[in-house]
């Protein structure tokens, strides 16, 4: 079986798709921006197919001005660029200098999957083929002799010819195509094998010889098919809720116009700032803000809950959600590329693209296979003509060393797990950005977690609202308008019904809170000893140093109270990791007290309270400074430095964008079990890679000097090496009955407990 992904060189028709090369202007058009002038431009190269393809097209985008970085993925069969600049680097045309035919990706709206139809036709006519030579063979080995054993030897070879026409014509294009642009890859041995063993076979049918190897390279073609497609049938799985995900997206909306119009325009036409009809019974486009209307939404597509979740006006909402029983009207605040359901399936079929160690490694041997192979064959060749003088013998034991040298079990042993463990993460709601990140995640040994948002749900409620002089609450109100942190949306509903205060200025420090100018005056909305710097600070008090205060010239003239309720399964969560090995610490910038009650809780071991931003990467650098490979778990915008610092990190999707994007994980449910069972299949998936490069080494090991020494014909060559192929997918498929955890049932006490944590200002 080969190591190629699926559908190599298929008898598809790309050509309607690719004869025109896509124009720079379009290419702009359809790049999507990643911030710091830094641009990424998704291709669709149908023909990418294997390792070689993989480190050819990479390295030759690499090489080109204002390329950031290339990364091919071998499911999708897309490629993304990143690159920076105004003008767009010449890399569609760079691609199809190497043989590859580029366009721009768009997802299939076609839901008939060609590539394996096609597969599943070639299997078909080689293996009526291969069974229908073997019959004939059988009457030959039983001792037909003279004109009935050259009878079926030309009946053979008559089958044979359009079974290698049809079927073995997918590895022969794919091998012509390489070769013609000067290039090498994991086709080629195998279209030389197939055409020497043919070719032999037909020498000796046409000299009356007594042995014949139709079979052998028919049956070849078979069981490399069979490996195909059951490779191709892997990844399509591990990508069926992906699919899911984007054909159940809306199509497109009503939009109205300033002129009171209505116009419906597809999902792709749909810019931020558009007012969108969004009737009873269709799907949100792209992420907005409610600006009239109530409802109640289905988010069970992107958060995978199947209660439904009541909206109003004011509220965001999410592209993919299915609004239930009322008619809203939303303001776009996203393109379609750039909304929270395309975010998560760009994550999912981002998860095999990652360059992990155990992949770097298959990768590079895989690159290495062809020039090897040919070299091992040739030198046996040479030896056999030397030891023997029987050229004969000599070339159909080269052959064999031809045919059983593919490193199949070797190139599949990584991704096959990859693309099986994204399939069961998918399932549990958590997206993951690459193999890379399964790798890291296995080799953990602390976990850090934040406090607000992510143990707890990050969802506070001012408590102490009463107490406060209504003017002043306003006025904070009306600050805390300009945050998307958890308690300034808390205090941000408290706002006048006039509406907000008209401030000179409005900045936000992460870590510390909001600053506004008015008429001359400082106010400040945020941590105790950064806003009231003018306030006498004799301990935490009350409220503690790191309590929310509002202050106006440094001086503290309210103070704010939130209660939070902790995260369902926090508990579980903390003491599945601790059962496995894993010691959990919690960093907060909350106070001690806060923290020291949510600790109690949930038996975490270790606390750091009243940390900023920066403390937080300290604490992460001065483990990782022990020994430690850290696990960050966060959602906030002062949590992103830490995501980035630690050996691995997840965020939950209610975090902010920036810190969705610097994490290597996302899980879309409420439950924190999410973070043991992420944990649980990576070293699963570890073991399994682990297994299956040994397979692949012992396979060789023992398989090559075998050959070489002339014990195995070339359909005993093809028959091993396709077995220790599917070998390799067997044992992936193991990770498919690592089912997750069931979900632990809190106790009354938990329950109790979890809604009467106090989680103080942060």
């Known amino acids: 079986m080969s190591c190629c992904a699926p559908g190599a060189e298929m008898a598809l028709d790309v050509s309607s798709t690719t004869s025109v090369l896509p124009s720079s202007e379009e290419i702009r058009l359809a790049?999507?921006?990643?911030?710091?002038?830094?641009?990424?431009?998704?291709?669709s190269v149908p023909t990418v197919h294997c390792a070689a393809c993989i480190q050819t097209i990479e390295t030759a985008l690499g090489k080109l001005e204002r390329v950031e970085g290339a990364r091919v993925n071998l499911s999708t069969k897309r490629v993304s660029v990143r690159w920076r600049g105004d003008e767009v680097p010449p890399f569609v045309a760079a691609i199809g200098r190497l043989g590859y035919q580029a366009h721009l990706f768009a997802p299939e709206a076609d839901a008939k999957d060609r590539t394996l139809s096609e597969l599943i036709r070639a299997v078909a006519v080689a293996g009526f083929a291969a069974g229908n030579i073997m019959l004939l063979s059988v009457s030959v080995w039983s001792g037909a002799e003279g004109a009935t054993r050259d009878l079926f030897h030309?009946?053979?070879?008559?089958?044979?010819?359009?079974?290698?026409?049809?079927?073995?014509?997918?590895?022969?294009?794919?091998?012509?195509?390489?070769?013609?642009?000067?290039?090498?890859?994991?086709?080629?041995?195998?279209?030389?094998?197939?055409?020497?063993?043919?070719?032999?076979?037909?020498?000796?049918?046409?000299?009356?010889?007594?042995?014949?190897?139709?079979?052998?390279?028919?049956?070849?073609?078979?069981?490399?098919?069979?490996?195909?497609?059951?490779?191709?049938?892997?990844?399509?799985?591990?990508?069926?809720?992906?699919?899911?995900?984007?054909?159940?997206?809306?199509?497109?909306?009503?939009?109205?116009?300033?002129?009171?119009a209505r116009d419906y325009l597809p999902v792709g036409d749909i810019e931020p700032g558009m007012l969108l009809l969004i009737a009873a019974g269709e799907r949100i486009p792209v992420d907005g803000k409610i600006v009239q209307g109530a409802s109640d939404l289905d988010c069970s597509l992107v958060s995978g809950e199947s209660t439904p979740k009541t909206v109003a006006s004011g509220e965001r909402v999410q592209a993919g959600?299915?609004?239930?029983?009322?008619?809203?009207?939303?303001?776009?605040?996203?393109?379609?590329?750039?909304?929270?359901?395309?975010?998560?399936?760009?994550?999912?079929?981002?998860?095999?693209?990652?360059?992990?160690?155990?992949?770097?490694?298959?990768?590079?041997?895989?690159?290495?296979?062809?020039?090897?192979?040919?070299?091992?064959?040739?030198?046996?060749?040479?030896?056999?003509?030397?030891?023997?003088g029987d050229w004969h013998r000599a070339i159909t034991i080269a052959i064999a060393v031809l045919i059983i040298t593919c490193p199949c079990a070797l190139g599949l042993a990584v991704p096959i797990v990859q693309v099986v463990a994204a399939r069961r993460l998918f399932e549990n709601g958590i997206m993951v950005k690459n193999g890379s990140a399964l790798e890291r995640l296995a080799t953990i040994d602390t976990a850090v977690f934040d406090k607000t948002g992510t143990l707890t749900l990050g969802q506070p409620r001012l408590v102490n609202a009463s107490s406060i002089d209504p003017a002043t609450l306003?006025?904070?109100?009306?600050?805390?308008?300009h945050s998307r942190h958890p308690f300034s949306k808390a205090i941000a509903g408290f706002a006048s019904p006039g509406g907000q205060q008209k401030f000179d200025a409005?900045?936000?420090?992460?870590?510390?809170?909001?600053?506004?100018?008015?008429?001359?005056?400082?106010?400040?909305?945020?941590?105790?000893?950064?806003?009231?710097w003018k306030a006498r600070t004799g301990g935490e008090g009350k409220h503690g140093y790191g309590g929310t205060v509002l202050t106006k010239d440094g001086i503290i003239v309210a103070t704010f109270d939130f209660e939070d309720a902790l995260r369902a399964d926090a508990r579980a969560a903390v003491e599945r990791l601790n059962d496995v090995g894993v010691s959990v610490q919690m960093l907060s910038g909350d106070t001690a007290g806060a923290c020291a009650e949510v600790s109690k809780i949930l038996g975490v071991g270790d606390f750091v309270a009243c940390l900023l931003p920066s403390g937080k990467v300290e604490c992460i650098e001065t483990l990782?400074?022990?020994?430690?490979?850290?696990?960050?778990?966060?959602?906030?915008?002062?949590?992103?430095?830490?995501?980035?610092?630690?050996?691995?990190?997840?965020?939950?999707?209610?975090?902010?964008?920036?810190?969705?994007?610097?994490?290597?994980?996302?899980?879309?449910?409420?439950?924190?079990?999410?973070?043991?069972?992420?944990?649980?299949?990576?070293?699963?998936?570890?073991?399994?890679?682990r297994q299956?490069?040994?397979?692949?080494?012992?396979?060789?090991?023992?398989?090559?000097?075998?050959?070489?020494?002339?014990?195995v014909t070339p359909l005993i060559a093809a028959i091993a090496m396709s077995a220790s192929s599917l070998l390799v997918i067997g044992n992936a498929l193991r990770l498919q009955g690592?089912?997750?955890?069931?979900?632990?049932?809190?106790?009354?006490?938990?329950?109790?407990?979890?809604?009467?944590?106090?989680?103080?200002s942060s």
């Open 31 to 43: 790049s999507r921006s990643l911030g710091d002038d830094l641009r990424q431009t998704d291709l």
């Open 154 to 260: 030309w009946v053979s070879a008559l089958i044979a010819i359009p079974a290698l026409a049809f079927a073995g014509g997918i590895f022969f294009r794919s091998a012509w195509n390489a070769l013609r642009h000067g290039r090498m890859n994991m086709d080629v041995p195998i279209a030389v094998g197939v055409s020497l063993a043919y070719a032999m076979s037909l020498y000796e049918t046409i000299n009356h010889g007594d042995h014949a190897y139709f079979d052998a390279s028919v049956s070849l073609l078979f069981f490399l098919l069979i490996g195909r497609t059951l490779d191709h049938v892997m990844r399509e799985r591990a990508r069926t809720a992906v699919k899911g995900l984007s054909q159940l997206a809306a199509r497109g909306a009503m939009v109205l116009r300033s002129d009171g």
């Open 321 to 388: 959600t299915l609004n239930l029983t009322g008619s809203l009207t939303i303001e776009a605040t996203a393109a379609a590329k750039d909304s929270f359901l395309a975010e998560m399936v760009r994550l999912m079929e981002a998860a095999e693209g990652g360059r992990a160690h155990y992949r770097r490694i298959a990768d590079r041997v895989s690159t290495l296979y062809a020039p090897v192979v040919h070299l091992t064959a040739f030198v046996t060749f040479l030896g056999w003509m030397a030891a023997t």
């Open 474 to 481: 306003a006025i904070a109100a009306d600050m805390a308008a």
């Open 506 to 532: 409005v900045a936000e420090y992460p870590g510390f809170g909001i600053e506004a100018a008015d008429a001359g005056a400082i106010w400040r909305l945020g941590r105790r000893g950064w806003a009231g």
């Open 624 to 689: 990782a400074k022990d020994g430690h490979k850290v696990l960050m778990v966060g959602d906030g915008l002062n949590d992103t430095p830490a995501l980035s610092a630690a050996h691995v990190s997840i965020a939950p999707a209610t975090a902010a964008d920036i810190g969705r994007n610097a994490a290597d994980f996302v899980f879309l449910r409420e439950s924190l079990l999410a973070v043991p069972l992420a944990l649980d299949v990576s070293r699963k998936a570890g073991r399994l890679i």
């Open 692 to 711: 299956n490069i040994a397979i692949a080494i012992v396979y060789n090991a023992v398989a090559v000097p075998i050959a070489i020494l002339g014990h």
């Open 738 to 760: 690592f089912g997750p955890h069931a979900p632990a049932r809190s106790t009354a006490a938990d329950r109790r407990a979890s809604f009467g944590a106090l989680a103080r």
